[in-house]
């Protein structure tokens, strides 16, 4: 059993930046793959970011390459995504996930365990 707390989410203008946590408890969390995924408002959950768990092997949407960072410590149980040059479209309830596929994955069937979420508010 893993149990994740998302953190950092907030409201911010367009071109700025915030940083999201999600902390772990339970299980050895460095077992474990990582993504992050959002859910904007009358869309569809969407990937975001993944992160093996050595923290070598990452992977991010296109939508966000190039803006985003995902990183993990797994010292302290915890996996970041550092979003930079936020837009609106950027807006959505982030939701951070564990899973046993060791690089993790851009599937959201491949985790077994999510955050409650936390919200991101980006205005123009």
Do not use: H
Not at 7 to 24: D, T, Y
Not at 75 to 104: F, W
Request: glycine share 12%; net charge positive; proline share 2%.
């Amino acid at each position: 059993q893993v149990q994740l707390v998302e953190s950092g989410g907030g409201s911010v203008q367009a071109g700025g930046s915030l940083r999201l946590s999600c902390a772990a408890s339970g299980r050895t969390f460095s077992s474990y793959g990582m993504g992050w995924f959002r859910k904007a408002p009358g869309k569809e959950r969407e990937f975001v970011a993944r992160i093996g768990w050595s923290g070598a092997s990452t992977d991010y949407a296109d939508s966000v390459k190039r803006r985003f960072t995902i990183s993990r410590d797994n010292a302290k149980n915890t996996v970041y995504l550092q979003m930079n040059s936020l837009k609106p479209e950027d807006t959505a309830i982030y939701y951070c996930a564990a899973g046993r596929v060791l690089v993790g994955s851009r599937w959201a069937d491949d985790y077994a365990y999510w955050g409650q979420g936390t919200q991101v508010t980006v205005s123009s």
